[in-house]
């Protein structure tokens, strides 16, 4: 996208909805923080005095005026312009985001295009596999400071975003005791879109319960023991039961898996507390392939920009409300079927197993 300058300059809604993060930022001039229902926290609030981000390797940065009349832009050259006018192509990307004609493809904007050729801009995708999206450098009345946290940027205004994508990294492997392998063929020819539910009908139609049995990356298995011995268990057995329940949720899986208590803990609600934690990191910065560090890209939170184009942040310090907002917030998903091949039956020995592929996506 946006690869040369003759080109245009194109996203889809997320990425666009970076870009609207950064200029909205800019004319508010304050972030607020959010409650777990995404409503305004008005205890929490933070001046915003520079917002930046990394876009083929410069800076494209920005910074409201002392009295907040203008705004100043840069990136290869810059622009002073009025809050007004800033005002006012923000919400004509805002619109232009809302009824962008195809859910998930790319499209361009002409005024927001123009406004960045302004300043030399030819793209809009930042170049980076780390989690945060926007450094904000805000006035920080908790600290004292003026600190440069990072953001993750998660927009509402298209199709949920994912938290945790499915790769062969996210498998986790379960053994069928008593599935004879006449049966497990023949399980493995049911097609159409029902199959996997299907699969999972017979399995429990017949009394037989697969056994969780190990995963497929040592890396990601190592990340889920740092979070919490329990927690490769844990997911399993959730990934398991929304798939043979038919349920999505994750808190109402989650709470299923309390009510049935199979660690025996004398609190069940502890699995909720350790889910909590895995969503958290995958938030921040945790990814399968990549022995975590327990460190967080994203050193400020998570950004959201609201369906009405509001936005609400979780700050470092309000973590609480931020957990409680991913896990009612959250669901599994069912992966693409022809590449990860989930509840297809194989054999290991005198054993007969499937996989299923973990992917947690906003609802």
């Known amino acids: 996208m946006g690869k040369t300058p003759d080109g245009p300059i194109t996203g889809n809604r997320g990425e666009w909805s970076e870009i609207y993060a950064f200029l909205r930022l800019l004319c508010d001039g304050e972030l607020h923080g959010a409650n777990a229902d995404l409503s305004v926290n008005p205890a929490i609030s933070l001046k915003v005095l520079k917002v930046a981000r990394m876009i083929k390797g410069l800076e494209f940065g920005g910074a409201p005026s002392g009295d907040g009349t203008s705004v100043k832009v840069w990136y290869n050259g810059g622009v002073s312009l009025s809050k007004a006018v800033l005002e006012r192509r923000t919400t004509q990307l805002l619109n232009a985001i809302l009824h962008a004609p195809k859910r998930d493809g790319s499209f361009s904007h002409e005024e ?4 960045l050729r302004s300043i030399g801009c030819v793209a809009i995708k930042a170049a980076s596999t780390e989690k945060r999206d926007l450094d904000v450098t805000v006035q920080d009345d908790h600290t004292g400071g003026t600190p440069t946290y990072g953001f993750s940027i998660k927009s509402r205004l298209g199709a949920p975003s994912s938290l945790l994508n499915a790769s062969d990294a996210t498998l986790f492997s379960y053994v069928v005791p008593g599935l004879a392998w006449a049966d497990a063929e023949r399980l493995n020819a049911i097609v159409g879109k029902n199959r996997y539910k299907e699969r999972a009908a017979w399995l429990t139609e017949h009394g037989l319960r697969p056994k969780f049995v190990g995963m497929c990356n040592a890396t990601f298995f190592r990340n889920l023991q740092m979070l919490d ?38 609190d069940p609600s502890l699995y909720g507390v350790k889910v909590r934690r895995l969503l958290r990191a995958a938030a ?26 509001e936005l609400v942040a979780f700050y470092v310090y309000n973590r609480a409300k931020f957990d409680d907002y991913l896990f009612h917030a959250t669901r599994f998903e069912m992966p693409d079927g022809e590449r990860y091949h989930p509840m297809r039956f194989y054999r290991v020995g005198e054993e007969i197993r499937f996989d299923l592929c973990l992917q947690i996506r906003f609802r």
Not at 233 to 255: K, N, Q
């Open 229 to 266: 011995d329990a927690l490769p268990e844990i997911m399993a057995a959730l990934l398991l039961d929304s798939r043979m329940e038919g349920h999505t949720r994750l808190d109402e899986v989650c709470g299923a898996l309390a009510a049935k208590n199979p660690r025996g803990y004398q």
């Open 112 to 115: 927001t295009e123009a406004f």
């Open 284 to 309: 921040l910065g945790m990814v399968p392939r990549t022995a975590w560090a327990d460190h967080d890209d994203a050193t400020g939170g998570y950004i959201i920009v609201k369906k009405d184009g």
